[in-house]
């Protein structure tokens, strides 16, 4: 993997320009009210601090957030939408944003979170304004293309697929920049709606999920289509499907809660996974999109690998697409591209994960990664090379900040063992025992279940000065390189 | 009744037998019996009575949710008056 994104350019030595250092995240510690002590920093994979946000602040009471916020230069009334962030993420509804902005849903791949985003240099900045209820994200972020991309590399343009047509948009704002209507590229027209898209930047191959209308209709089409162009270096979405070296599909009917929750991923080896959150459950499968020639396996059951998989862990009443368009099912990869994550809260608005995360080589080899949280969660974003972490905000007064991390091996795509998975611990002798053991686990494919641990980072927020931190996605991690300081070697 | 599984800390992994007893086999999962039609947030396995404990118990799942947000609010807003306290009383000395 590590080799692919030198691809880029004439020379074969030249680093993708879109290719980040290791993830960052954004850490908000905010006294109770939020009117008396707030921090802002930005940290890297190994839990350094990194740039120079606006600062600290204390005891002033002239303002909400002291204008740290972006947004608070043009609100009406300075008070930048309400004043509490601490609250405790329950059963509120997207509408209460002041604790949505702590749930699972606030962040994907995109580099761009939906609420609250930072720069690299720490400036917040309230991504949806006055009327967040109509932007984007909350109505048609579910088009967006579930994208797999080479080492470092997040989505750095923002495609949409629906009804027979594809846009490109500017990041999340609302404007089209690009149109194609592909229809006369289809070999098959009965579904009309394109409801789940993946692209897989390694293979230059786009896998459609098509159904009869955007609710939970269980016809399906999936169109594949293998072009010799990539998509994200396109001028116009038409040059990918000018180039395409073969397209097929197959037909088949899912069981689907809401179409707008299927989650699409290409695997590198031509295996794709398709999963989706259905009523508090999840349900994932695996099909065969290799060329097979046209008119060839054109049924679901000639493609598909073993059968539906529903999510092996502990549920328990959690939203979906069906309960709102804002709560479609959400896909991240990590840092180094090797696996990806398809995941949706455990408890009600964003408490909790229930995730398939399924190596990107193999979709095939897949396990369970459960979290059961009922209050006081964080988003996950991506960490370190191989992992993930986030979920946790409990109250950091005398206490470290701790976080719900967990990594992969990269190398590890054989669906046919094991699949080990690294945690940490609250304690030194928990992540270092004195003796021979794995931190972690081995997981049976399919059915294993990864109960996440939490662990400590060692991240103060000092003593009576209750605060619950907020974890926000950074938009850009710096360049990848040694001049990154940030950057954890390999 | 009904068999759950838990995790080493006592909080609910999985209710399939599959995914549970490669959990236990592997020292990493607690069987246990749990009351049917209990959501599974409200169920813990107690390590030191050996038992599942269930939150709010005699509530419906209404009534846990709404019971639940009025300890967290009643919570945070302890916590808080110690952080006032205690502040007043650094400030006093």
Redo the contacts between chains.
């Keep these: 993997m590590s080799n692919l994104s030198k691809l880029f350019g004439s020379s074969g030595s030249t680093t993708d320009p879109r290719k980040e250092g290791l993830p960052l995240f954004g850490m908000w510690g905010g006294?109770?009210?939020s009117n008396t002590q707030m921090q802002f920093r930005v940290f890297d994979s190994n839990f350094r601090v990194t740039g120079s946000p606006w600062g600290s602040t204390c005891d002033t009471t002239t303002n909400y957030r002291f204008g740290i916020l972006a947004d608070a230069s043009h609100a009406y009334n300075m008070k930048d939408h309400g004043d509490n962030f601490?609250?405790?993420l329950?059963?509120e509804g997207y509408d209460s944003w002041t604790n949505y902005i702590k749930s699972l849903y606030q962040i994907d791949q995109y580099p761009h979170c939906f609420h609250y985003t930072a720069s690299r240099d720490g400036f917040v900045t309230w991504q949806s304004y006055h009327q967040f209820t109509s932007s984007f994200e909350y109505q048609v972020g579910w088009t967006k293309l579930n994208q797999v991309l080479p080492e470092g590399i997040r989505p750095r343009r923002t495609f949409t697929n629906r009804r027979f047509t594809m846009r490109e948009f500017m990041g999340n704002s609302d404007c089209n920049c690009d149109y194609y209507n592909y229809e006369s590229h289809l070999l098959n027209t009965d579904q009309a709606y394109a409801t789940g898209t993946g692209y897989n930047e390694m293979c230059k191959m786009l896998v459609m999920v098509h159904s009869g209308n955007e609710s939970t209709n269980t016809s399906k089409t999936i169109h594949i289509f293998k072009s010799s162009v990539d998509l994200n270096a396109t001028t116009r979405i038409k040059d990918f499907f000018d180039n395409l070296e073969w397209t097929e599909y197959f037909t088949d009917t899912w069981t689907n809660q809401n179409v707008k929750d299927w989650t699409v991923v290409v695997g590198n080896n031509g295996w794709v996974g398709f999963g989706l959150k259905q009523s508090n459950s999840k349900r994932y499968g695996v099909f065969d999109c290799n060329q097979k020639g046209v008119g060839v396996d054109t049924t679901g059951a000639s493609r598909q690998w073993s059968t539906w998989h529903d999510f092996?862990?502990?549920?328990?009443?959690s939203y979906g697409a069906t309960n709102g368009h804002q709560y479609y099912t959400k896909f991240q990869t990590t840092w180094d591209g090797t696996w990806g994550m398809i995941y949706s809260p455990?408890?009600?608005y964003g408490c909790g994960i229930n995730a398939f995360c399924m190596s990107i080589e193999n979709p095939r080899k897949f396990i369970?990664i459960?979290q059961?949280k009922?209050?006081r969660a964080n988003p996950y974003v991506a960490w370190g090379r191989t992992g993930f972490h986030g979920g946790w905000s409990d109250?950091c007064?005398s206490e470290v900040w701790q976080t719900y991390a967990f990594a992969f091996d990269p190398k590890d795509s054989d669906h046919t063992i094991d699949t080990r998975v690294y945690k940490g611990s609250t304690s030194g002798e928990g992540a270092m025992p004195d003796n021979n053991s794995l931190v972690g686990?081995?997981?049976?494919n399919k059915?294993?279940?990864c109960?996440l641990?939490a662990m400590r980072t060692g991240l103060h927020g000092g003593t009576?000065?209750?605060n619950y931190p907020m974890l926000m996605g950074i938009n850009w991690w710096g360049s990848y390189g040694k001049g990154d300081a940030s950057y954890g070697g390999k | 009744m009904a068999t759950y599984y838990f995790n080493l800390k006592g909080e609910p992994a999985t209710p399939f037998t599959v995914s549970g007893e490669e959990m236990v086999s592997k020292g990493r999962g607690i069987k246990a019996i749990a009351p049917e039609g209990i959501e599974a947030w409200r169920l813990s396995y107690n390590l030191s009575t050996k038992a599942v404990d269930v939150a709010y118990e005699g509530l419906s799942e209404e009534d846990a949710i709404a019971k639940k947000l009025e300890d967290d609010v009643a919570e945070a807003a302890a916590t808080l008056q110690a952080e006032k306290d205690a502040r007043a009383a650094n400030e006093a000395e």
């Excluded at chain 1, 686990?441 to 049976?444: F, I, K, S, V």
Aim: glycine share 12%.
């Design positions: 006294s109770s009210d601490h609250n405790n329950t059963t092996a862990g502990s549920t328990t009443t455990y408890y009600y369970n459960n059961t009922s209050g109250n007064d686990g081995d997981y049976a059915t294993g279940v109960s641990d009576q000065t209750t």
